[in-house]
């Protein structure tokens, strides 16, 4: 899995209450994305980081915040949990900005359910 | 809004035959195809990169066409095995843009 480690890799929890997911990279690689995977929706982007402390958001942003105060590591926090957002989390990273080197690596993936 | 569309959404074939699937794109302007495989339980992992100038590109028993024109890609499995058994994505980055579009799959099972 490329260097990427997410933790934690399975999480219950309860609605309204806080969760944070960790991503860790050993690549130093400077793009990191946070993706979320639902049946009949693929993967859908929901923030992304093109550097510390600069991220924005993607497609399916509400109810999410992340942070990233070092390369290696990119948070991301339900400030309070829903059941809607019972899925699976996949971070991944990136290097090249474009082009036919740009690619993704992807980790392991996060299952949260929210009950 | 660029979009990338995958057929067939599932496919069932036997051990040993060959199958093809498929990915539209609308994404503008194009930079490159990517076809991932994921695993049961597993993050994507990249099969082939595909830019403007390519129309072949392989990868073992796996083989990606690119017809930039109809914007249209297929990826070709010869002589299925079991453990080709997952789900196949198809993803396409914009020129000058570091955010991929993601088809939604094509889940792909190979029965004895």
């Known amino acids: 899995d490329a260097g990427i480690t997410q933790s934690p890799r399975h999480k219950v929890t309860e609605t309204g209450t806080p969760v944070t997911l960790r991503c860790h990279q050993t690549?130093?690689?400077?793009?990191m994305y946070w993706y979320r995977q639902d049946p009949g929706h693929g993967l859908r982007l929901i923030h992304y980081?093109?550097?510390?402390?600069?991220?924005d958001k993607g497609e399916v942003s509400d109810g999410y915040s992340v942070s990233r105060s070092k390369t290696e590591d990119f948070l991301l926090t339900l400030e309070s949990a829903t059941s809607s957002q019972t899925s699976v989390y996949f971070c991944?990273?990136?290097?090249?900005?474009?082009?036919?080197?740009?690619?993704?690596?992807f980790g392991p993936g996060t299952r949260l359910t929210v009950t | 809004k660029n979009q990338v569309e995958q057929s067939p959404q599932s496919l069932i074939i036997l051990e040993g035959k060959n199958c093809t699937l498929q990915?539209?794109?609308?994404?503008?302007?194009?930079?490159?195809l990517r076809w991932y495989k994921q695993d049961t339980g597993r993050g994507p992992v990249s099969l082939t990169i595909?830019?403007?100038?390519?129309n072949t590109k392989s990868n073992g028993r796996y083989t990606a066409t690119l017809d930039a024109d109809t914007k249209q890609s297929s990826l070709h499995i010869t002589a299925s095995q079991l453990s080709d058994s997952a789900s196949y994505i198809c993803?396409?980055?914009?020129?000058?843009?570091?955010?991929?579009?993601f088809g939604r799959g094509t889940s792909l099972i190979v029965h004895p």
């Open positions: 980081s093109y550097g510390v402390k600069d991220t």
């Open positions: 990915c539209n794109y609308t994404v503008s302007p194009f930079s490159n």
């Open positions: 690549e130093n690689h400077r793009y």
């Open positions: 595909m830019t403007f100038s390519e």
């Open positions: 991944a990273i990136s290097d090249a900005v474009t082009g036919s080197y740009y690619e993704q690596y």
């Open positions: 993803v396409v980055l914009s020129g000058g843009s570091y955010i991929p579009t």
